[in-house]
T-cell receptor
Framework: DSGVTQTPKHLITATGQRVTLRCSPR?????VYWYQQSLDQGLQFLIQ???????AKGNILERFSAQQFPDLHSELNLSSLELGDSALYFC???????????FGDGTRLSIL | AQTVTQSQPEMSVQEAETVTLSCTYD???????LFWYKQPPSRQMILVIR??????QNATENRFSVNFQKAAKSFSLKISDSQLGDAAMYFC??????????FGTGTSLTVIP
């Protein structure tokens, strides 16, 4: 158990819809990272927050947004969903930049 | 941007044998961190080992060890006494002075009984 909690584990929705993925980092970790992993692909970095502030942005689409709340949990919002957004979305947390990331079990998003 | 290259999409090893997975990276930074992550069929991402670039000594975690060659920008993972449970996708990752982690495309390891 990594200590990082992601909900929901599975999400099935239709094109054009909007979903919110939630992540609770390990106790004490201030950094949260979001990744997208499409089928048989590597991890694509989306965005990182540190103690509530955005710190790094990767290949995140404009239809996607995220935030980290004062209690350090984070949400990734995906809107106007397309078939190509079907993927496994991981959240990871770390205590400090440079420390190892610990990953949640992921949210599997399926767009029908 | 930094790049991480895993040139072996697939590898296989006999149970109890040793296998080495390759990883190279491109960076102009001198201070950085390198990681190996394991992703079994359950799709969880599990940290295997971590190396700090300023440390000359290669990191070791039980049956897992790395060969870190800073000048060559190479960071290979050696798995000794391979077990069936080692079968997974292995990802090499780099983190420099920025906040972003860069992952390779992965190597799928099969362990043959």
């Amino acid at each position: 158990d990594s200590g990082v909690t992601q909900t929901p584990k599975h999400l099935i929705t239709a094109t054009g819809q909007r979903v919110t993925l939630r992540c609770s980092p390990r106790s004490g970790d201030l950094s949260v990272y979001w990744y997208q992993q499409s089928l048989d692909q590597g991890l694509q970095f989306l965005i990182q927050y540190y103690n509530g502030e955005e710190r790094a942005k990767g290949n995140i689409l404009e239809r996607f947004s995220a935030q980290q709340f004062p209690d350090l949990h984070s949400e990734l919002n995906l809107s106007s969903l397309e078939l190509g957004d079907s993927a496994l979305y991981f959240c990871a947390s770390s205590a400090l930049p440079g420390k190892a990331q610990h990953f949640g079990d992921g949210t599997r998003l399926s767009i029908l | 941007a930094q790049t991480v290259t895993q040139s072996q999409p697939e590898m296989s090893v006999q149970e109890a044998e040793t296998v080495t997975l390759s990883c190279t990276y491109d960076t102009s930074e001198s201070d950085y961190y390198l990681f190996w992550y394991k992703q079994p069929p359950s799709r969880q991402m599990i940290l295997v080992i971590r190396q700090e670039a300023y440390k000359q000594q290669n990191a070791t975690e039980n049956r897992f060890s790395v060969n870190f060659q800073k000048a060559a920008k190479s960071f290979s993972l050696k798995i000794s006494d391979s077990q069936l449970g080692d079968a997974a996708m292995y990802f090499c990752a780099y983190k420099g002075t920025g906040n972003q982690f860069y992952f390779g495309t992965g190597t799928s390891l099969t362990v043959i009984p």
